[in-house]
């Protein structure tokens, strides 16, 4: 009987001991959010064409080439246009403002907007912008957790990681329509590549891919750079 009193009273004061040592921690994910924000801002340009033809205003032409090579459309951005006309002018002249704007790797989708002028399209230009995580996060005491709750600068990497290596910052908030790729930027992006005319960045810390402006390695010990 005593043997038990015993071996309760020990089962009982080890988990005291323990809580004494490191007392379970009430943290969690909630007090070190770790989400991409994407902020989007659209803007709209009116262009017009002849009546009852699918003919760019000439004015309105050097209008978007002016502003594609400004940037202030890109192909990051999310490019929409609508269009007045039956159906068929009104794919025309859709197909007249991605014709201007292709040539600048700039791809368009069909709109529709229910109020336009006649003989006009509209064109959507949604401009996103990605802001990355306060990380990295250590704002978790880093002693030991028996609640075994992960580190707050879990995960901290990854999310950084792909708010900088997103093309377009859209595609974070929403996946664009399913539709073939348009010709022209993907053959242009194979031919600079396989003519070796891809610009590395000027300053390039991610090793081992040197930057433009670093030196060429010496090889096989020789310390003249031959092969």
């Not at 089962?11 to 809580?19: D, M, Q, R």
């Not at 940037?71 to 159906?87: F, L, N, Y």
Request: aromatic fraction near 4%; charge should be negative.
């Amino acid at each position: 009987m005593t043997s038990n009193r015993i071996f309760l009273s020990v089962a009982l004061s080890v988990p005291l001991l323990l809580g004494a040592c490191a007392p379970v921690t009430s943290y969690s994910e909630s007090e070190a959010p770790k989400n991409l924000t994407v902020d989007t801002a659209t803007s709209q340009i009116e262009v017009h064409f002849a009546p009852g033809s699918a003919r760019l205003a000439a004015a309105d032409a050097a209008r978007l080439q002016h502003l594609a090579i400004r940037g202030e459309i890109s192909p990051s951005d999310r490019i929409t246009v609508a269009s007045t006309g039956t159906p068929a002018l009104a794919q025309q002249r859709i197909a007249s403002v991605a014709a201007v704007l292709l040539h600048y790797g700039i791809v368009v989708a069909p709109d529709q907007l229910s109020q336009m002028p006649p003989n006009a399209a509209v064109v959507l230009v949604s401009h996103a912008m990605v802001t990355l995580p306060a990380c990295p996060n250590w704002s978790k005491p880093a002693q030991s957790d028996f609640s075994n709750q992960p580190s707050s600068n879990f995960g901290c990497a990854t999310e950084t990681d792909l708010g900088l290596m997103v093309a377009n910052p859209s595609d974070l908030a929403s996946a664009r329509p399913s539709a073939g790729s348009a010709g022209e930027p993907a053959a242009s992006a194979m031919h600079r590549y396989l003519t070796d005319k891809v610009e590395l960045p000027a300053a390039n810390t991610a090793l081992p891919i040197p930057s433009a402006n670093s030196p060429t390695p010496a090889s096989n010990g020789n310390g003249n750079g031959s092969q």
